[in-house]
């Protein structure tokens, strides 16, 4: 079993960083590939980019140029770095846990962020 | 618009049966990447219900299965049941795309 939990600022204002961290509990942080994922509200979801304790990062192509997600397993936390967000970037943001075939067996709750001024 | 295409809605009564559909490309589904699919009920976050074409997660009914052909696959629910009501999501890995990939999801009604 595994519990995920976001947490972040609700509010960032357009052209700013979104910061979300994501704290990890239960199985170890060194077996999965630990994935940032989005919805829109009234939306579906979008795979953001994944971070696994080995460094190896995989981002969306159409997100790669403004995000970094890390996995610092000292304190078993996962990270996602967002720059210059727009309205668009609004979203409940998830954290999972990816396997090697990419299915996400475990989810955090989510955190809504909302981008405005 | 979502690569992985689902209807916007189903419906059906209870203890019947309904199927929802994903249709790809031969960059995702028809690459013979894996396949997994989620229940989204409101205002919760998703959950796995099957993974790897066909596999249900430990505590997922029997009510659920699901099978892919060429580049589509399908949700099948058997038995019908109120708690079934969700919005449902395939997903895949796109080769083309370079991304993973989810449907533009379905949501089940049940009447």
């Known amino acids: 079993q595994v519990q995920l939990q976001e947490s972040g600022p609700g509010l960032v204002k357009p052209s700013e960083t979104l910061s979300l961290s994501c704290n990890v509990a239960g199985e170890g942080i060194s077996r999965y590939y630990w994935t940032w994922i989005r919805q829109p509200p009234g939306k579906g979801l979008e795979w953001i980019g994944y971070?696994?304790?080995?460094?190896?990062?995989d981002y969306n192509p159409s997100l790669r140029s403004r995000i970094t997600i890390s996995v610092d397993t000292s304190i078993n936390q996962l990270s996602l770095n967002m720059n210059s967000v727009t309205a668009a970037d609004t979203a409940v943001y998830y954290c999972?846990?990816?396997?090697?075939?990419?299915?996400?067996?475990?989810w955090g709750r989510g955190t809504l962020v909302t981008v405005s001024s | 618009q979502s690569v992985l295409t689902q209807p916007p809605s189903v419906s059906g009564a209870p203890g019947q049966r309904v199927t929802i559909s994903c249709t790809g490309t031969?960059?995702?589904?028809?690459?013979?990447?894996?396949v997994h699919w989620y229940q989204q009920l409101p205002g919760t976050a998703p959950k796995l219900i099957i993974y790897?074409?066909?596999n249900r997660p430990s505590g997922v009914p029997d009510r659920f299965s699901a099978s892919k052909s060429g580049t589509s696959a399908s949700l099948a629910i058997t038995g019908l049941q109120d708690e079934d009501e969700a919005d449902y999501y395939c997903?895949?890995?796109?080769?083309?795309?370079?991304?993973?990939?989810f449907g533009s999801g379905t949501e089940l009604t049940v009447l």
């Open positions: 790897d074409n066909n």
């Open positions: 997903q895949a890995y796109d080769s083309r795309l370079g991304t993973y990939l």
């Open positions: 971070s696994h304790y080995t460094g190896s990062t």
């Open positions: 999972a846990s990816g396997s090697d075939t990419g299915h996400y067996m475990w």
């Open positions: 031969s960059s995702n589904i028809g690459a013979f990447y894996a």
